[in-house]
């Protein structure tokens, strides 16, 4: 069977510990988004916030080829109640409309519009419900819920 690929940003690295269990139960190949001007802690909440509100996109400095691949797991953390901006460049520079997208993402508290936004903006073969992680999940019954999730949508 073809690999799954896990396409991710984190900022603060706290995604990437989702992106870690996932790759360990799917044995998928991973792709960080990074970007030509990548944001910082600072820039995240005053340019980001800017950002967030016009849809912006902002470029991607690494390429991937993804004719490899029809399953992708697509994830980042919330900004602004709605998906991190790299995000939105990765779904709009990548053909996906033959790929079956498994989204991910991370939050504090609120996931505001983030994945009405990312169904509606996300053009794909088919989109499968979200695996959802809180940051209390992040601290305590991380690998359960990604198991859980990943029985749900994935290996079903
Ligand atoms: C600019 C910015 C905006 C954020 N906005 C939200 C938000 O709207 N709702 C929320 O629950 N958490 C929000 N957070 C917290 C992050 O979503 C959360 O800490 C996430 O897990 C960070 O992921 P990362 O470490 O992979 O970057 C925000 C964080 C940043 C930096």
Known sequence: MAKPLIVYYSLG?????????????TNADIYEIE??????????????LGHCKTGYEPPI???IDLSAYD?????????????APPINSFIKKYDLTDKIIYPFGTATSNFGSYFE???KECKAKE??????????TLNKGLE???????????NK
């Open 71 to 83: 399953k992708i797991f697509i994830g980042g953390p919330t900004w602004w109640f709605t998906y």
């Open 144 to 154: 359960e819920a990604v198991k859980s999730w990943l029985n749900e949508e994935y």
């Open 35 to 48: 970007l030509e001007k990548p944001y910082t802690k600072l820039t995240a909440y005053t340019i980001g």
């Open 61 to 63: 400095k690494n390429e």
């Open 127 to 136: 989109i499968k419900k979200p695996l959802k992680i809180l940051r209390a």
């Open 13 to 25: 690295r706290k995604t990437k510990k989702v992106v870690d269990i996932l790759q360990k139960f």
């Open 117 to 119: 936004r990312f169904n």
